[in-house]
């Protein structure tokens, strides 16, 4: 079965520190991935996104991410952190190229910026 | 405003009762879906719907049924309570891929 792995469950930084989130997954095939954050007390927001074509993306509020295929990865950055980015971060992966928009998530970063 | 309505956004249930979460998208989305999120684990799929009366299940669809009568709506029914069941849940719905839309969530509670 596809799964995707986030293995920092909990990550505490100074703000200004840069940050990067690891996330793998496990399909073969074609794959879109998602990188999703949630604030405290909120719902989930689309944070940024990769289809296709350049494998740096860059999302809202400095964020980026790289997708290595190689490596089944899609790592989440941030070169300085600032004490809103306080939330939980959640890769995720949709498999078979668009055939369904289901999602799989991974179980979560929560990441805490100290000021 | 346009978006993804959740009711109730608490419950507190009794071991055995039935109860159905609901919820409503006014943005004409094809595709919506239920997960549940719990302490370490993430965001688990339930049931999706790829449209009016088409449902399917996903991660863990055991203890829940759903339907798609609507666009509109997608109600989450628990059949008969238990503690397990005891989470965070968020419905969801899409017209592209990946670019989802939360609903508030409902926090249920099973004693």
């Known amino acids: 079965a596809q799964s995707v792995s986030q293995h920092n469950h909990h990550v505490i930084l100074s703000e200004a520190a840069s940050l990067e989130l690891g996330c793998n997954y496990s399909?073969?095939?074609?794959?879109?991935l998602f990188w999703y954050v949630q604030y405290p007390g909120q719902h989930l927001q689309l944070l940024l996104k990769?289809?296709?074509?350049?494998?740096l993306v860059k999302g809202i509020k400095g964020f980026e991410a790289e997708f290595i295929k190689s490596k089944f990865s899609f790592n989440l950055r941030k070169p300085s952190v600032q004490w809103s980015d306080t939330a939980e971060y959640f890769c995720?992966?949709?498999?078979?190229?668009?055939?369904?928009?289901?999602?799989?998530f991974g179980t979560g970063t929560l990441l805490a910026v100290q000021p | 405003n346009a978006g993804v309505t959740q009711t109730p956004k608490f419950q507190v249930l009794k071991t055995g009762q039935s109860m159905t979460l609901q919820c409503a998208q006014d943005?004409?989305?094809?595709?919506m879906s239920w997960y549940r999120q719990d302490p370490g684990m993430g965001l688990r799929l339930i049931h999706y719907?790829?449209?009016?009366?088409?449902?399917d299940q996903g991660e863990v669809p055991n203890g829940y049924n759903v339907s798609r009568s609507t666009t509109e709506d997608f109600p989450l029914r628990l059949l008969s309570a238990a503690p397990s069941q005891t989470s965070v849940y968020f419905c969801?719905?899409?017209?592209?891929?990946?670019?989802?839309?939360f609903g508030s969530g409902t926090r249920l509670t099973v004693v």
């Open positions: 969801a719905s899409s017209y592209s891929m990946g670019r989802y839309t």
């Open positions: 943005m004409n989305h094809e595709y």
């Open positions: 995720a992966v949709n498999v078979g190229g668009g055939a369904t928009n289901k999602l799989i």
């Open positions: 719907s790829v449209g009016a009366g088409i449902t």
């Open positions: 990769y289809f296709s074509g350049d494998p």
């Open positions: 399909y073969g095939g074609t794959v879109n």
